[in-house]
């Protein structure tokens, strides 16, 4: 197969295109390394596929309609997985209007491009955020999810909308995967995990908002790139998967398990509950399991000292 990982450079594509290419798949990643976070980082997460004969990697921007037009014409995809995307809860409150832009108008563009060039599979990148302050758990995806609190929340469940709009006029099939705190080695930085790691490890103050006994369902990279394969493989008409690990672990939990491993105190800064935050996410992946052949394997315990392990090794 070929195919199109937009986003290839981050920490989920990253590992997929990797993946895929040891699969032996033609891989052509798009990145546009924006500021975010440090772009080096996502260009030593591309080190391992760099040179490859395989792989082409493309800087540029979702939102140039050129570029994509360029792209899509020079290449036939059998599947495009897109994975790009503006992250992250707390920053969308501060630039909803660069979250709609770049989640919701980028993902029209790419699909444009699907229906113009004749590219018949899609695999869309969602988030557990569409559920909201959901009160019935585990979530599934039969639920309402009208009901976003955040910018970031709102656009993914348009992208997911207007995913089935092109199904629906087009024919093309789309496989929308609602993704459950994913961590793991190449975690961004930002990210609860991996940002306590650095602060325990420097012995700085954690932040936790609230009372820190929000729960969320932790999902390990390589099982959410099992997910991901499932959906790439199985994309046939319009679906939404869960993938996580359909576990809870209470914020207070996840700090011990980083402070044994890390082998240094957490000193922890309460304050209050942030707007946007849920206090809980919870997946039921009985559909993935049954249509995927999703199986999650990797608990939090397993999952954080792989993560700290990569964790030391980079400071090293």
């Given at each position: 197969?070929?195919?199109l990982?937009?986003g290839?450079a981050g920490?989920?594509?990253s590992?997929?295109v990797?993946k895929?290419?040891f699969?032996g798949?033609k891989i052509v990643?798009?990145d546009n ?5 440090d772009p ?12 490859k004969?395989?792989?082409e990697?493309?800087e ?5 309609i050129?570029l994509?037009q ?7 995809f059998d599947?495009?997985v897109?994975?790009a995307?503006?992250a992250?809860v707390?920053p969308?409150i ?5 979250y709609?832009?770049v ?6 563009h ?8 004749g590219?018949?599979?899609f695999?869309f ?7 909201g302050?959901?009160?019935k ?6 639920d309402?999810v009208d ?5 970031y929340a709102?656009t993914?469940?348009?992208?997911e909308?207007i995913?089935f ?9 789309v496989?929308?995967?609602r ?5 793991g080695?190449r975690q961004?930085?930002?990210?609860a995990i ?6 325990i490890?420097?012995s700085?103050?954690?932040p936790?908002f ?11 990279i390589d099982d959410i ?5 499932g959906a790439?493989e199985?994309?046939?008409g ?12 209470e ?6 398990l980083?402070?044994?491993k890390l082998?240094?105190k957490?000193?922890?800064n ?5 707007p946007?935050?849920?206090p809980?996410?919870f997946?039921?992946i009985s559909?993935a399991?049954?249509e995927?052949?999703y199986?999650?394997r990797v608990?939090?315990e397993?999952?954080?000292d ?7 090794h980079?400071?090293?």
């Open positions: 197969m070929k195919l990982v937009t290839g920490f989920i594509g590992h997929l990797e895929l290419l699969e798949h990643c798009l390394f924006n500021d975010y976070y080096s980082i996502k260009r030593k997460n591309i080190q391992n596929v760099s040179g004969k395989e792989y990697l493309i540029g921007d979702i939102l140039d050129s994509l360029k792209i899509f014409s020079q290449h036939q599947v495009v897109h994975l995307a503006r992250g707390r969308s501060s630039e909803p209007l660069l709609e832009k989640n919701v108008q980028g993902t029209m790419l699909l444009e491009q699907c229906r113009e060039h590219v018949d599979k695999v990148a969602s988030s557990s955020s569409v559920y302050a959901n009160k758990v585990p979530f599934s995806e039969n309402s009901n976003p609190v955040s910018p709102a993914k469940k348009s992208g909308l995913c709009t092109y199904h629906k006029l087009y024919n093309i099939s496989n929308c995967l993704f459950f705190t994913v961590y080695p961004r930085p930002d990210m991996h940002k306590f790691a650095r602060l490890d420097n700085s103050p954690i936790v609230g009372s820190g006994k929000s729960r969320r369902d932790y999902t390990f790139l099992q997910g991901i394969r790439i199985f994309c046939n319009y679906h939404i998967y869960n993938l996580g690990e359909s576990k809870t672990i914020l207070h939990y996840l700090i011990d980083l402070q044994q082998g240094r957490a000193v922890i309460y304050l209050p509950d942030q946007g935050d849920v809980i996410t997946a039921d559909l399991k049954k995927l052949k199986n999650p608990g939090i397993e999952g954080i792989k993560f700290v392990d990569w964790f030391k980079i400071k090293q």
